[in-house]
């Protein structure tokens, strides 16, 4: 009798722990889901997001940041074209928005028709890739990529670099690496601001910085970096990116479709080039 009570015991007491890590796993996961809401113009594709599992968890689509950024009107590659990396760091923080930055370069590509640039931004994609172990995912969208260029075909390569996105967001998550794929996206959206702001103070017009005031994508990622381990966000790059957009967030905190000044823009920019040579 008292071999079975001490054998109840220990099985309450295995089954407590399970309870009990069941319990803080749940608080874990409903911190990291206490993010606002993404913006509805930043959300990817819905069929794209299904294809990879993706549906019900996804970061803003940098694809979307280059559609916003259709308002722009032309841009000069030449003068916002960034020298593409030669290698990834050894940082997995700073290789998740490397890449980011990189699907950004790749959609500024493809909006200034640049064939001849596209090789250089793919292959780095790989590299990138392989470093967050989604090389094998990255080959089979980066061929297309350059097949697409090559052919001039902008509107699959635009769906392709969607589509390496969302990829490496589901390889993210199978690993349940969920701050991984947050990085990929801000490092995305940073890259993608930057572009935007140089932009609109090269060739300022009204309508143009009424695209730049955008508090609510901010706020998201300024969120999102709070779910991310405490250890982490008080290194660098981190550190400084959080600071920045804390810095930003006053900047855009503007009425729906206001116009920013010349003086304000100019501000923003010199925040999002700062924060920029981070990535």
Not at 5 to 16: E, F, H, P, Q, S
Not at 30 to 50: N, Q, S, V, Y
Not at 121 to 142: D, E, F, P, Q
Not at 143 to 171: C, F, I, P, Y
């Amino acid at each position: 009798m008292a071999r079975l009570n001490r054998g109840m015991a220990l099985a309450l007491a295995i089954a407590g722990v399970g309870v009990l890590g069941m319990a803080m796993g749940q608080e874990k996961e409903a911190k990291a889901t206490k993010l606002p809401p993404i913006p509805e113009d930043f959300l990817g594709d819905e069929h794209i997001r299904e294809e990879f599992g993706i549906n019900e968890w996804t970061t803003p689509s940098i694809g979307k940041i280059f559609d916003i950024m259709g308002g722009l009107g032309t841009l000069s590659f030449d003068e916002l074209k960034r020298k593409v990396p030669d290698k990834p760091p050894g940082d997995r923080v700073a290789v998740s928005l490397g890449l980011g930055a990189l699907i950004a370069d790749g959609f500024l590509v493809v909006q200034c028709e640049k064939v001849e640039a596209m090789e250089d931004v793919g292959r780095a994609m790989i590299k990138y890739a392989k470093a967050l172990g989604a090389g094998s995912r990255m080959n089979r969208h980066t061929q297309s990529l350059l097949e697409n260029s090559v052919q001039g075909d902008w509107a699959s390569l635009r769906m392709e670099l969607a589509k390496t996105q969302a990829d490496v967001e589901g390889e993210m998550l199978q690993l349940r690496d969920v701050e991984i794929a947050h990085l990929i996206s801000l490092g995305g959206w940073l890259r993608g601001f930057e572009i935007s702001t140089d932009a609109v103070k090269a060739s300022y017009t009204e309508e143009k910085s009424r695209q730049l005031g955008r508090r609510d994508i901010v706020e998201y990622y300024a969120a999102s970096l709070e779910n991310v381990n405490p250890d982490l966000v008080e290194k660098e790059p981190l550190k400084s990116l959080r600071e920045g957009l804390v810095e930003l967030l006053p900047l855009v905190d503007v009425p729906e479709g206001k116009a920013l000044t010349v003086e304000e823009v100019a501000q923003l920019n010199k925040v999002a080039k700062k924060m920029a040579s981070k990535l």
